[in-house]
């Protein structure tokens, strides 16, 4: 009888944990939404994010909140947290790594909603805290983007 993880083709959940030595979205993998019916928010916090600075190479030090609201597909949590230490000893800036982010999550889901910030540590006595959202077009989820985008605040 097949389990639910082999019916789902999750490959990463339950096995030994393979780091990756830089940034790889081929890791990430998704499983049913049961509840397509509803509308709810998934939450995830990754307050051990690192990437380094593409111009000296040291290590920038991030929270990354992750917030969606479903559709048919969702991230399977091991293979996020993957994603995001992939980004260990990958050189990017800050803004480009919240993009990257939520771009990459919305072509592995096509969730209805989503939004990804950064919250990183200063360097040089400045912090910076990107913020990318997204809301399917022509949807109320398109308004509720711009919406939050207007109003956002940390």
Known sequence: MN??????????????TEYRSDYDPTVLETFENKHQE????????CPEFTSLCPIT????????LIEYIPDVRMVES??????????RNHGDFH????????KDLIRLMDPRYIEVTGLFMPRGGISIHPYANY???????EKMAEYRMMHHHL
């Open 78 to 87: 091991k293979s996020l947290k993957l994603y995001l230490f992939s980004f």
């Open 95 to 102: 803004e480009d790594c919240v993009n990257i982010i939520m």
């Open 135 to 141: 809301g399917r077009p022509g949807t109320k989820y």
């Open 3 to 16: 389990t639910e993880r082999e019916q789902e083709n999750l490959q990463v959940l339950g096995r030994k």
């Open 38 to 45: 509803n509308d709810y928010w998934v939450r995830f916090n």
């Open 57 to 64: 190479g040291q290590p920038d030090f991030a929270e990354i």
